[in-house]
């Protein structure tokens, strides 16, 4: 035995880190907190852009829908502030309409727009009741040389700073949407931002250009001293140091390389006060920033106040009925998200259940502490199940309870694959309870 491990009165669970049925603190040691750090965090949104882009299919009806679960995840937070809505076809100038009258009448998530940063597609936007819209102006020569006939980057940000002028002129906020910024080259970013500032200058603060850096192909690192132009936190401080402050700063990125919250914490820690996703990750390809994940962050760092996570339950369910749940493993809203299988998870969560759970699940998002039954779940998967749906704790002792696992034992040992869930057993279970030892357990 080790000399230096002594035992303890009590245990330790680092409970300033892991506050009890509050969501995980991120704690600095001394001297190490980011002083690039913004003093608030907030998140915006984009499913009815780049959600439905991606292939959600939504009528006028899912769209407002959507819209008003927005308002209540956010309620009086702040934590989501904004949400962006195409203009081109009816439905979705419909869907904007409505949620213009729902702001006005006080939903707390702002309705912007998106053009593509055009003369005609400004003009699109003038009158119809926005403060801000944003405005695709790709960044990448990937997208200058070959998007543009016949092409090059001085011909592209004479083309945006076209549109950002009408934009401007409109009483507009723009928000310019640097697409493809983590294979932009610097010497295209940097005097692009300093040319859009110095052409809103005399249009005072309420047009104060704002910037989204678009991670459009997930290529962003959240690495320091990664070059130019892969480091998300390497771009945001060049940004800031070229006088964009950081509440006019957005990222915007795509999960193809596994990255995209990683990324979001990156850009924050560097000075991004502003990040842009869809709430349960809907997008392009692999998807846009899990905002409800980004948040959980955010607030850990103690730069959001907390949503109500619960209400993304019933936008889980709007997206099943729109045929696009989200995946069985998917994080938080996954229906196997808090899910064991193991006899060993099973014996833990009966002995004390925080030792297999990140947080206060059921608190916190709304969502059980769930278990299937396999042939690895043992007497304790039996035991935590049976409690869960009837308050009752068996003794591993119990004799019915060996019985009705040895059936089970018997149906995997003849070759049964799939789980064993709690509908099956109910009428067993309840008939082991009311024959057992069981005592009424504290729920």
């Keep these: ?41 907030w998140t915006t949104e984009t499913t009815h852009r780049d959600g439905q882009q991606g292939g959600l299919p939504l009528t006028e009806a899912d769209g407002l829908a959507i819209y008003d679960l927005m308002g209540a995840f956010t309620g009086g937070s702040g934590a989501l502030r904004q949400a962006e809505f195409f203009v081109y076809r009816p439905a979705d100038r419909a869907m904007l309409e409505g949620a213009l009258e729902r702001w006005r009448g006080g939903h707390p998530v702002e309705p912007t727009t998106w053009i593509r940063a055009t003369r005609k597609d400004a003009d699109l936007v003038a009158g119809l009741g926005v403060r801000e819209t944003g405005m695709l102006a790709s960044a990448s020569d990937y997208h200058t040389f070959y998007k543009f006939r016949p092409g090059g980057r001085v011909q592209a940000a004479r083309t945006y700073l076209d549109a950002v002028q009408a934009v401007l002129d409109a009483g507009l906020r723009p928000r310019l949407h640097l697409e493809d910024a983590t294979r932009a080259p610097r010497e295209f970013i940097l005097p692009f931002v300093t040319a859009v500032q110095e052409l809103a200058r005399d249009y005072g603060a309420g047009q104060a250009p704002r910037f989204r850096i678009c991670d459009t192909m997930g290529l962003g690192l959240p690495l320091e001293g990664v070059a130019w132009p892969r480091s998300v936190p390497g771009m945001v401080r060049e940004l800031r140091v070229a006088g964009v402050e950081s509440e006019l700063l957005e990222f915007h990125p795509h999960n193809d390389t596994h990255l995209v919250v990683a990324n979001c914490l990156a850009a924050v820690l560097a000075g991004c006060a502003a990040i842009n996703g869809t709430l349960l990750g809907k997008g392009e390809r692999t998807g846009n920033a899990p905002l409800e994940g980004v948040l959980l962050h955010l607030v850990g760092l103690g730069l959001a106040e907390a949503p109500d996570f619960t209400a993304l339950n019933r936008l889980d369910d709007l997206y099943a009925g729109l045929g696009q749940g989200v995946p069985a493993k998917y994080p938080l809203y996954g229906k196997d998200a808090h899910r064991t299988r193991a006899g060993i998870h099973a014996d833990g969560l009966n002995k004390f259940w925080p030792m297999y759970a990140p947080f206060n699940v059921p608190a916190l998002l709304g969502r059980p502490l769930e278990l299937s039954l396999t042939a690895d779940s043992g007497l304790a998967g039996l035991i935590f199940l049976i409690k869960q749906h009837t308050g009752h704790e068996l ?49």
């Design 395 to 443: 003794s591993k002792e119990d004799a019915g309870l060996h019985n009705l696992q040895a059936r089970l034992a018997a149906e995997f040992g003849a070759g049964r694959q799939t789980a064993v869930e709690w509908e099956e057993i109910a009428d067993a279970a309840a008939t082991v309870v009311a024959n057992g030892q069981g005592v009424a357990a504290q729920r």
């Design 1 to 41: 035995m080790p000399s230096s491990i002594v035992d303890v009165p009590e245990a330790n669970l680092f409970p300033d880190a892991f506050p009890a049925d509050q969501w995980p603190r991120m704690l600095w040691e001394d001297g190490r907190r980011p002083a690039t750090l913004p003093a608030q965090a």
